[in-house]
């Protein structure tokens, strides 16, 4: 599975666009992008997935760069519930997730 | 909305005594999981299951660790000798098919405490 690299906590006031970034350079063409979240010692929860083309749900948007070597996902309005830990995973499996460390994002009233 | 429930939600045993977790998987899923989560850390693959057998496990689910589907339903992991370096959250997860065209269900966790 390719590395990924996130920073390790992030600050958004509450009512504005979340941006996390994620580098994932070494990314190979059969490599999925996933997004997932763990709000404070809950199960960890899907959020969103991509392969090159940018994707978006009810919950929030995915950008990946032309090159596939970097993406970020978007929440466009942070409320204080998403407070969580964000997982960038980047993998051509498709029966397994892999957990790095995220990056621990801080919605701030 | 379906979802993933596991019990107990807190389980506290004595080192060396054994434990299962229960899990209870989304009903028309297929594959089933088990994670693991030490405090402070990440979330750590265990082993995952399909079509009634294990289909892969970490080196972290060693001798002392196995999980069965003893119903159809339900999905255990057993732990047959508690250590004190268990104590974790353990999570469960389902999801139907390949990751790509599903998304993967994790339960609440169960909270493990040896003491």
């Known amino acids: 599975d390719a590395k990924t690299t996130q920073p390790p906590s992030m600050d958004c006031a509450e009512g504005r666009a979340a941006n996390l970034p994620c580098n994932h350079s070494?990314?190979?063409?059969?490599?999925?992008v996933y997004w997932y979240r763990q709000i404070h010692s809950q199960g960890p929860q899907y959020i969103i997935h991509?392969?090159?083309n940018n994707e978006t749900n009810e919950m929030a948007s995915l950008i990946i760069t032309e090159d596939r070597k970097s993406s970020t996902l978007i929440l466009p309005h942070a409320t204080l519930r998403d407070t969580a830990v964000y997982y960038c995973?980047?993998?051509?499996?498709?029966?397994?997730?892999?957990f790095g460390k995220g990056t621990r994002l801080h919605i701030l009233p | 909305e379906p979802e993933v429930t596991q019990t107990p939600s807190h389980q506290v045993t004595q080192m060396g005594q054994e434990v299962i977790l229960r899990c209870v998987p989304i009903?028309?899923?297929?594959?089933f999981y088990w994670y693991r989560q030490i405090l402070g850390q990440k979330v750590e693959f265990l082993v995952s299951?399909?079509?009634?057998?294990?289909?892969?496990k970490s080196e972290i689910f060693d001798d002392q660790f196995s999980v069965e589907r003893p119903d159809g339903s339900n999905f255990t992991l057993k732990i047959r000798s508690t250590k004190l370096e268990d104590s974790a959250m353990y999570f469960c997860?389902?999801?139907?098919?390949?990751?790509?065209?599903?998304?993967?269900?994790f339960g609440p966790g169960t909270r493990l405490t040896v003491l």
């Open positions: 997860a389902s999801f139907s098919g390949r990751l790509i065209y599903n998304e993967q269900f």
């Open positions: 299951f399909y079509n009634n057998e294990i289909s892969e």
């Open positions: 070494t990314i190979s063409g059969n490599e999925y």
């Open positions: 009903s028309n899923h297929l594959y």
């Open positions: 991509g392969l090159k």
């Open positions: 995973i980047v993998t051509y499996r498709d029966d397994k997730i892999i």
